[in-house]
């Protein structure tokens, strides 16, 4: 199991922007898809944004507000959140799915408060 390290988020107005970055404990593994999840208070998980060898998707209410980046060089992966909405509030999840693994490792998940 490889420990990935979140950082960034927290309370930001209504339409401000936040980043979001997460770190692999080691470079020593190649990861074939990486990505994030969010668990607003009462709803189920939902995907963000996710990069993976068959190219980039995002979850439909972020398209064109969010990017995902990674730097596999550094098993690295960010995201920047744009035009932030209310209903962006919950909890932001970093994952990582390793070559050969049957499930994804995931951060430990930090706040991200939008207020109107």
């Known amino acids: 199991q490889v420990q990935l390290v979140e950082s960034g988020g927290g309370l930001v107005q209504a339409g401000g922007s936040l980043r979001r970055s997460c770190a692999a404990s080691t470079t020593f593994v190649n990861f074939v898809a990486m990505g994030w999840y969010r668990q607003a208070p009462g709803k189920q998980r939902e995907v963000v944004a996710r990069?993976?060898?068959?190219?980039?998707e995002y979850g439909d209410s972020v398209k064109g507000r969010f990017t995902i980046s990674r730097d596999d060089a550094k098993n690295t992966v960010d995201l920047q959140m744009n035009s932030l909405y209310p209903e962006d509030t919950g909890a932001y999840y970093c994952?990582?799915?390793?070559?050969?693994?049957?499930?994804?490792?995931w951060g430990q998940g930090t706040q991200v408060t939008v207020s109107s």
């Open positions: 990069s993976h060898g068959g190219g980039t």
């Open positions: 994952t990582g799915r390793s070559l050969g693994a049957v499930r994804d490792d």
